[in-house]
């Protein structure tokens, strides 16, 4: 177009980079006037046609099709169009399986040969939020994307967005009866939950959630979940709409969606078209019993996989006792809230982050999500070198629930791993198989997670160690791809000296206090502080594996350096 977009910009600036990147050849980008002759690519909304209206957001498909040497990418909206570029150059061979040049796969050809095109294709979900940056939208997912904007908007945040719209740091001095009565105190703690009665708060949070909508039209959604942590209102108003002899994971959420039922009725005066996405997670992440108790119609539900479920196995596996309890929940949330979305957790935090592909429980999940109509899924994101397989499975997945996922990982190994590409699809399957396979029921997104060792045992460990070996070997005289196998070494070393302190501790707190457990404890703290130390100390090896500052080591320093404390003098 003679005025592109953000997205249509960054369409033919990515077709243009990697075409020459392949060939060498430089395809000029023209705005507005339409070249006469040549190899032509039509971006978006040009040459006569025009964006449909209506399209829901992030459901917004595109189609390819070419005509002699003519290639024409619409979307049905931009974003749809950058999404069908990077669809082209993925027919190209070009693959973005991690974020940065070391994840990116370019083919060079003297010649850039383009099939006859002519499809179209529509996402199976309209919340695909995974990664961050070029590698998001490359991958046809909609989170944030560095300046780009979201293409399925939600403000100003997936979670915790109380933060945003009734913060102690904002509203207490002013109105501390805005905030949790705790031990007859109001509490004014950054975590600090309101006063889900008070009517001025209901107020102020619809109004403060309203100028949001009013300072961005492209809102698509905006959230309405509580502040982190357990600081909830004791007041006899709040007290009096919980519910009792509930489970722990029920027993805010009467009081909970009350207030967000309360909420969405003084919003859609100023804002009757507004969609809330409210949340459900630890203490309220059940739904009430009460069943006169209905939702807001204006609601939608991002529910947490959290806590007392399981990351491990498939949410529909029958064999996994807390996640049949997840899927019944979900269920019984549907009935309530229609409109459900996902905040998932392939993130192994209570792994201490080791290496953690989750495959076999992804690929039974998102198919499984598109049959109950769910509307699409949220994932922690970080330390990339340990989770990539997680992330780019499901970016695939949440576009086309159908996709042939082992082809998928044939597909990522040949072209990521190259001559080292058996050795490392057994040492991901063998990962996967020992997680999707354990006995073991646990989730991951705690501090308070369970032994790593429970799954990563010395057979395990040392399988691993054997074929990535064999993969450097092989591997030896491709310098891209030995980088790489560089950092999948700096994840399985990570995981080694991890559990090496594990057991140095463990001997520790066999022994009875005294010397001998003083004397053992240190040469546990001496391995954990010198595994950090050097995290720190080379973030160039260690960047995407594990980062050193985070509330992970701060436990984990704190707790060894407590065992390693001088016993009392006689």
């Known amino acids: 177009p003679a005025e592109p977009t953000q997205a249509e910009e960054t369409a033919a600036l990515d077709l243009q980079a990697y075409l020459q990147q392949m060939s060498g050849a430089y395809l000029p980008v023209v705005r507005g006037n339409v070249p006469q002759h040549g190899n032509r690519v039509f971006i978006g909304a040009v040459a006569g046609y025009e964006y449909p209206e209506g399209v829901p957001a992030g459901r917004a498909g595109f189609t390819l099709r070419t005509d002699g040497r003519d ?23 070009v693959r973005w399986f991690l974020p940065g040049r070391i994840g990116e796969v370019v083919p060079r050809m003297s010649r850039v040969v383009v099939p006859e095109l002519d499809e ?96 961005d039209p492209t809102i698509d959604m905006v959230s309405l979940a509580y502040t982190d942590g357990s600081y909830y209102c004791q007041c006899p108003n709040c007290v009096a709409l919980d519910e009792p002899g509930v489970p722990k994971d029920q027993s805010m959420s009467r009081r ?16 009757p078209e507004a969609r809330i996405l409210a949340g459900a997670y630890h203490v309220y992440n059940r739904p009430p019993v009460d069943p006169d108790l209905k939702a807001h119609p204006a609601l939608s539900l991002v529910l947490c996989h959290y806590t007392t479920y399981c990351n ?17 929940l979900l269920r019984d949330w549907q009935r309530i809230i229609p409109d ?33 109509g769910c509307g699409g899924l949220y994932t922690q994101y970080g330390l990339v070198w340990n989770h990539f397989l ?3 499975i499901a970016g695939k997945l949440l576009w086309d629930a159908d996709a042939d996922v082992d082809a998928l990982l044939a597909d990522l190994h040949e072209k990521f791993f190259g001559p080292a590409r058996e050795p490392m699809a057994r040492y991901y399957a063998a990962l996967d198989d020992a997680i999707g396979g354990s006995e073991e029921h646990m989730c991951l997104c705690s501090l308070v997670g369970h032994d790593p060792r429970l799954i990563f045992t010395e057979d395990l460990m040392g399988d691993l160690r054997e074929w990535l070996t064999e993969g450097q070997t092989l591997a030896a005289d491709d310098r891209m791809v030995t980088a790489r196998l560089r950092k999948v070494a700096a994840s399985q070393e990570y995981a080694e000296r991890f559990i090496a302190y594990l057991d140095l501790r463990d001997v520790a707190l066999a022994e009875a206090p005294g010397q001998k457990r003083h004397e053992l404890a240190v040469q546990a703290l001496e391995a954990i502080e010198s595994l950090h130390d050097e995290i720190a100390a080379d973030r160039r090896k260690w960047e995407g594996i594990s980062g050193p500052g985070s509330y992970h080591w701060r436990y984990h320093l704190r707790s060894a350096r407590k065992l390693a404390e001088p016993p009392p003098l006689p």
């Open 256 to 271: 909970t969606l009350i207030f967000y039922n309360a909420v969405a009725e003084e919003l859609m005066k100023m804002h």
């Open 71 to 93: 290639i024409f990418i619409r979307g049905e909206d931009d974003f749809a169009t950058l999404y069908g570029a990077c669809e082209l150059l993925e027919r190209l061979r």
């Open 390 to 392: 997680n992330y780019y």
């Open 120 to 215: 179209t294709q529509r996402p199976d979900f309209a919340m695909r939020w995974i990664g961050r940056s070029e590698w998001s939208y490359r991958n046809k997912c909609n989170g944030s994307a560095r300046s780009l904007p979201r293409g399925f908007n939600v403000q100003p945040g997936i979670y915790h967005s109380q933060y945003r719209f009734m913060s102690t740091k904002e509203y207490f001095a002013e109105h501390p009866e805005w905030f949790a009565l705790i031990d007859g105190e109001r509490c004014d703690h950054k975590d600090a939950k309101p006063c889900t009665t008070n009517p001025e708060v209901i107020r102020q949070t619809a109004a403060n959630m309203a100028a949001m909508l009013d300072a």
């Open 312 to 328: 491990l196995h498939p949410v529909n596996d029958p064999t996994c006792p807390p996640n049949v309890e997840y899927d019944k």
């Open 340 to 372: 459900v979305y996902f905040y998932e957790y392939y993130y192994t935090d209570g792994w201490r982050n080791f290496p953690g592909p989750l495959i076999h429980a992804i690929r039974s999940d998102i198919p499984h999500f598109r049959e109950l």
